[in-house]
């Protein structure tokens, strides 16, 4: 099905905040990348000027984020608020992690 | 502190001798444990750590590296060991390349901003490809321990 235009090339940005302990290690890390990947649209994470993409774990390991880290995300594609929200469901859960 | 000081000749092994996964994870920690004299009875419990710890999530980040990690609370420091397996380990990465370069990390239960800043100076280093090839053809532990120099983040 054809999107229309507009919806392909729409862009959603939000703040991701890291709530758990252990901060952006391994296993979280791992979380982004998947749920990154089940959507077609571009998502790059980015901390101050550090940009990675968000479909790439040795990229979302750069971020070396810490708990109370507070990252950005923007995603560009037909996905795109889905994707967001997902990402920012995922972050607030703190990954099913100690908080 | 700078986390390259955590490698010399001693905290490399240029060729594993054990090539199926567990085994491989294996002998990372025991060569380890032999390095830094930690009891028996640690060595088996990182190592069931490692392996249990692989069984939740396999640590290959791709292109060939993994990352395989325990954390234990009679850790002082943060513990690093860098191998190669030139035959290459199924280690069921998420891109399905075989495993070629394992950095080993041992990790105190405290900190663990420490334990994600190394994780940082890691993919820092195994995301050069450059990297990864040289790795591959080093000849020696000095080659190796060269490349962290060469490829390493400047400031840490």
């Not at chain 2, 191998?83 to 394992?102: I, K, M, T, Y």
Request: aromatic share 6%.
């Amino acid at each position: 099905m054809d999107p229309g235009p507009g919806k392909e090339e729409e862009v959603v940005e939000a703040d991701l905040v890291l709530v758990n302990r252990q901060g952006l290690h391994a296993r979280p890390s791992q979380m982004v990348v998947k749920t990154a990947n089940d959507f077609a649209s571009k998502i790059e994470i980015s901390r101050d000027d550090q940009v990675v993409d968000a479909k790439s774990i040795m990229g979302v390991m750069m971020l070396a984020a810490e708990k109370g880290t507070v990252l950005k995300v923007r995603a560009q594609g037909p996905d795109a608020r889905e994707a967001v929200q997902a990402l920012k469901e995922l972050f607030a859960s703190g990954f099913g992690e100690e908080i | 502190m700078s986390f390259r000081r955590l490698f010399d000749e001693q905290h490399v092994i240029l060729e594993i001798q054990n090539h199926t996964k567990d085994e491989a994870l294996r002998e990372m920690v025991e060569h380890l444990g032999k390095i830094h004299r930690f009891p028996k009875k640690r060595v088996e419990a990182l190592v069931e750590a490692i392996l249990d710890r692989e069984a939740q999530g396999a640590t290959g980040i791709g292109k060939g590296v993994a990352l395989p990690h325990a954390k234990h609370p009679e850790l002082k420091q943060i513990y690093a060991l860098l191998a190669r397996c030139s035959e290459g380990l199924d280690f069921n990465a998420a891109d399905h390349q075989p495993v070629h370069v394992l950095f080993l990390v041992l990790s105190p239960e405290t900190n663990p901003e420490e334990h994600i800043k190394f994780l940082r100076w890691i993919s820092y280093i195994a995301r050069q490809k450059d990297f990864r090839s040289f790795f591959l053809q080093a000849r020696n532990v000095e080659e190796a321990l060269g490349l962290l120099d060469e490829f390493g983040p400047r400031e840490d």
